[in-house]
């Protein structure tokens, strides 16, 4: 995770089936930036909190309030959850498609507005976000790039 206020390009690359949100306060532009991997931490001791959906998003909005932003002017932006690789048999499923699910969900259940998203498909990308004005750029190969 990484946070920027009023000047600032934030980036995370290869966004597979990985996550990356992007928050925002637009009257004290402040944004965060978080890359996640997994849907829910299972991690005894919660020693990686910003790499798994429902931890990362609940303590990034936390930090962000502690630096002014509120939680009723914070809105979010998600790119990635792609489908990467077929995997037969797996107990998993698709990743991609959970971590989409899990995002929807914590973003919902901390009160915060979905505003755009670039999600699912089979092809990573590339996320920026640019944090004195909240537009955030998608970039992925082969295909024009996408203002959200």
């Known amino acids: 995770m990484k946070m920027a206020q009023r000047e600032g390009m934030l980036i995370t690359y290869a966004l597979g089936s990985c996550i ?5 306060d637009q009257k004290i532009r402040l944004g965060a930036l ?3 991997m997994l849907p829910l931490n299972m991690e005894p001791g919660r020693k990686n909190v910003m790499k ?9 909005l936390k930090m962000m309030e502690s630096k002014g932003a509120s939680r ?3 809105t979010a932006k998600i ?19 959970r971590n989409i699910d899990s ?8 009160g ?8 699912g498909g089979g092809v990573a990308r590339t996320l920026l976000f640019d944090v004195s004005n909240g537009l955030a750029c998608v970039r992925c190969y082969g295909r024009p790039e996408l203002i959200i």
């Open 34 to 36: 978080i890359h996640i």
């Open 112 to 119: 915060i507005h979905l505003l755009k998203e670039d999600v």
């Open 72 to 74: 009723s002017r914070i």
């Open 79 to 97: 790119a990635g959850g792609a489908k990467m690789f077929e995997v037969s048999g797996g107990s998993l499923g698709n990743i991609g498609q």
């Open 103 to 110: 995002v929807h969900i914590n973003l919902k259940k901390e």
């Open 52 to 60: 798994y959906a429902d931890t990362g998003i609940r303590e990034t």
């Open 20 to 24: 990356g949100i992007c928050l925002y």
